[in-house]
Nanobody, 124 residues
Framework: HVQLVESGGGSVQVGGSLRLSCSAS??????LGWFRQAPGKEREGVAV???????SYADSVKGRFTISLDAAANTLYLQMDSLTPEDTAMYYC?????????????????????RGRGTQVTVS
């Protein structure tokens, strides 16, 4: 049974940084990622990491956000730097099996099969 629990959100000034964490359990042969959704906007895939460590990022966050995985601790991270008001959203951790649409290139537009409850990030 997959469980995902996000933490680390909060309010930050423009140009500041936050690190989100996602405690993940109950998975194997996976990819893990972050997506976000702001009020009135479509869901946006932010970043994804495969089980082999390969990463991909949305153009909107490339160079500012870093996704990483501590497999021993079963924890996914999203380091967010140079934050702007456009980054304000609810951030969700997602996980899906390696053969899924999400993990086969669809992470930027397809919702993962499993997701957490989210953590709010507000930049002002």
């Amino acid at each position: 049974h997959v469980q995902l629990v996000e933490s680390g959100g909060g309010s930050v000034q423009v140009g500041g940084s936050l690190r989100l964490s996602c405690s993940a359990s109950g998975y194997s042969r996976y990819c893990l990622g972050w997506f976000r959704q702001a009020p009135g906007k479509e869901r946006e895939g932010v970043a994804v990491i495969d089980s082999d460590g390969s990463t991909s990022y949305a153009d909107s966050v490339k160079g500012r956000f870093t996704i990483s995985l501590d497999a021993a601790a079963n924890t996914l991270y999203l380091q967010m730097d140079s934050l702007t008001p456009e980054d304000t959203a609810m951030y969700y951790c997602g996980l899906d099996h390696s053969g899924s649409v999400y993990c086969s290139g669809g992470w930027s537009w397809h919702e993962p099969g499993n997701r957490g409850r989210g953590t709010q990030v507000t930049v002002s």
